[in-house]
């Protein structure tokens, strides 16, 4: 890539994080090609979607998330690993405004740009809640896609500024529901 292009890009990418934070998922690429100092065409030649912009935005933080899932599949007990990593997780949804709802779709997507991170993400989420269900931690009547849909189901609640101050408290009653073995949780006994 040319010197001025990988500029451009750079700029971009950093024009579009602040402009996320301020506005969203739904940020204006008009908006974003301007605040960079660059014309709409140069800004789709880099990136050709929303979702492909999303992607560039997000694949360092969607890969460390795989990342801290494999780390914590070795170091800690299953229900501490998947409750650390569902923690971490609600913490990275709330850190993009909108970004939930194009993971969401994204992953049952392959043609989406933001598929491979998306299903990566999904599929190390499923292997820790696989092994908290092999050690009796977990529920054993859900699954990855289950975990999944939880994780961008509280993810979008706690976007709304109407439930942001209460995030801590909603991860603890969703987390209460998947893992069986946590202190004052009945979800066992509902399920036993």
Same mark, same amino acid.
């Given at each position: ?17 602040d ?10 690429m008009?908006?974003?090609?301007r605040?960079?100092?660059v ?15 999303f992607?560039?935005?997000l694949?360092?933080n ?10 914590l ?13 569902f923690?971490?997780?609600?913490v ?6 909108g ?14 740009a ?5 299903a990566?993400?999904?599929?190390a989420?499923a ?8 050690e ?8 990855? @896609?289950d $975990?999944?849909? +939880? %994780? #961008?189901?509280?993810?979008? !609640?706690v976007?709304?500024?109407?439930? =942001?101050?209460? &995030? @801590?408290h $909603?991860?603890? +009653? %969703? #987390?209460?529901?998947?893992? !069986? ?5 009945? =979800?066992?006994? &509902?399920?036993?």
């Amino acid at each position: 890539m040319r010197a001025d292009a990988k500029k451009n890009r750079n700029q971009i990418l950093t024009v579009a994080r602040d402009a996320i934070s301020e506005h969203g998922a739904d940020a204006s690429m008009r908006d974003i090609a301007r605040r960079a100092g660059v014309g709409l065409a140069t800004l789709l030649r880099h990136f050709p979607t929303r979702e492909a912009l999303f992607e560039a935005l997000l694949c360092t933080n969607l890969d460390a998330l795989t990342q801290k899932a494999a780390e914590l599949e070795t170091s800690t007990s299953a229900d501490e690993a998947l409750l650390a990593w569902f923690r971490e997780l609600v913490v990275f949804t709330q850190s993009y405004r909108g970004v939930v709802a194009m993971m969401a779709a994204a992953h049952s997507n392959p043609d989406s740009a933001l598929y491979a991170s998306c299903a990566a993400v999904h599929s190390a989420g499923a292997r820790l809640l696989v092994r908290a269900q092999g050690e009796g931690t977990a529920r054993a009547d859900m699954n990855g @896609d289950d $975990l999944f849909a +939880l %994780i #961008t189901a509280l993810g979008w !609640t706690v976007d709304q500024p109407s439930f =942001a101050s209460r &995030a @801590d408290h $909603l991860v603890h +009653l %969703i #987390t209460s529901a998947i893992l !069986t073995s946590r202190p004052g949780n009945d =979800a066992k006994k &509902a399920t036993g």
